[in-house]
Structure formats: structure tokens, C-alpha cells
């Protein structure tokens, strides 16, 4: 059974990095478009970056550009998210989710078929 698994989480301070990862199991990642999404307290699950199966399409969401990067590592069945210059507003559980499609569908997390577990970012001095 296809898994995501996300990892890279934790606690940094504002302007802090960090990178999260997002291991596939069961599948090849040239064949599935995969994105981050994010969810904060009391907040409804948003897009934070996708890319697709080709990696000939990436999206960002406007709170991301110029900070987050979206990456894949074929050969090592994971998908990266960069985060840079992280603010308060961050702070959400990060998740990664697939879908068997080359395209990202608008990074829609309503299109996304399967979903990992999440892991905690939180940017706080």
C-alpha cells in the first residue's frame, strides 16, 4: 500500500530554516504529483507548495514565494520542502500528499488521493 512519511519538523526560532521531508513507499515518485499542505489550529487545511510527476510544474503559495523551495530526490523516493526566513504564521502541521497524476491540479488538497501523517512545525521565539 502506497505510505508517505513526513519528517523534519520541529521548534525554530523566527528567520530560523528548516527542511522537511517526505519518504514514499510503494511507489515511484515520477509517476504521482506529491505536495505540502498545512494546517493550523482552528484553520482549514491549506496549499503550500506542489510539484508534478514530470517535476515540469511546481506551485507556491503567495506565503511561501521567495522563501520555500519544493524538491525531489527520485533515486531516494523523497520529496523536500526548503523553508526559509520562517515566520510566527508558519506554525502549522505539515503534511504531504499524492496523487496518481502527472499534473498538481492547482496544489487543491481536495485532489490529493493519499495523505502521510504530519509533522509539527513551530516558529516561536
Known amino acids: 500500500q502506497v505510505q508517505l512519511v513526513e519528517s523534519g519538523g520541529g521548534l525554530v526560532q523566527p528567520g530560523g530554516s528548516l527542511r522537511l521531508s517526505c519518504a514514499a513507499s510503494?511507489?515511484?515518485?515520477?509517476?504521482?504529483?506529491i505536495g505540502w499542505f498545512r494546517q493550523a489550529p482552528g484553520k482549514e487545511r491549506e496549499a503550500v507548495s506542489c510539484?508534478?510527476?514530470?517535476?515540469?510544474?511546481?506551485y507556491y503559495a503567495e506565503s511561501g514565494k521567495g522563501r520555500f523551495t519544493i524538491s525531489k530526490d527520485i533515486a531516494k523516493h523523497t520529496v523536500y520542502l526548503q523553508m526559509n526566513s520562517l515566520k510566527p504564521e508558519d506554525t502549522a502541521v505539515y503534511y504531504c500528499a499524492g496523487r496518481l497524476r502527472v499534473g498538481i491540479a492547482s496544489c487543491s488538497p481536495n485532489r490529493y488521493d493519499f495523505w502521510g501523517q504530519g509533522t509539527q512545525v513551530t516558529v516561536s521565539s
Open positions: 510503494m511507489f515511484a515518485l515520477d509517476y504521482y504529483a
Open positions: 510539484i508534478s510527476a514530470d517535476n515540469g510544474d511546481t
